[in-house]
């Protein structure tokens, strides 16, 4: 059984970075496609960016570009999400997410990981 | 850059009742389209994926349909435990989530 388990709750302070991690558990990081997903207080889900198998890449939505990145470390099976330049609008829980049974939408989501940003 | 339109944005309605949520694409995006469910401090939970198919261990109360630019969501006849929030996800491109529709009972 494929599971998704991400790292502790955080508080940030304005312009600081936040790494977020996703461990894989029963499966291999190496044959998902991870992605991530945030959503504000009272507000919907919104998508971060992933690895696009097509191209062999990670994509980021554009609101995101210069401020986010994905990796992974294979070794251990987790993946990160590493937010810069914060600010309190990024104050979210964020989610991995991913598309296990290869139907192109998130099957397998992580419990959440909700980063506080605040002075 | 696809744009999607979730409706309605909250409904009532009591137990038993029959409910049809909206998703629009503003472009073609042939199935590729899945519906979730939320409940608060909850991660999403997967409903229907491919546009209709419906995901192992769902209640077939839930059903899905539509393809091209509009889709559908429809509960059959509520139960308590449905009351929750709704969102349709598109991945013909760069994933892109509905509005989000919020279910109360009446």
Partial sequence: QVQLVQSG???KKPGASVKVSC??????LTELSMHWVRQAP???LEWMGGFDPEDGET???QKFQGRVTMTEDTSTDTAYMELS??????????Y???DYDDSGAFDIWGQGTMVTVSS | DIQMTQSPSSLSASVGDRVTITCRASQGIRN????YQQKPGKAPKRLIYAASSLQSGVPSRFSGS??????????SSLQPEDFATYYCLQHNSYPLFGQGTKLEIK
């Fill in chain 1, 42 to 44: 009272g507000k919907g």
């Fill in chain 1, 59 to 61: 994509i980021y939505a």
């Fill in chain 1, 23 to 28: 461990k894989v558990s029963g499966y291999t």
């Fill in chain 1, 85 to 94: 330049s914060l600010r309190s609008e990024d104050t979210a829980v964020y």
């Fill in chain 2, 66 to 75: 539509g393809s091209g630019t509009e889709f559908t969501l429809t509960i």
């Fill in chain 2, 32 to 35: 590729d389209l899945g519906w």
């Fill in chain 1, 9 to 11: 709750a955080e508080v």
């Fill in chain 1, 96 to 98: 991995c997410a991913t």
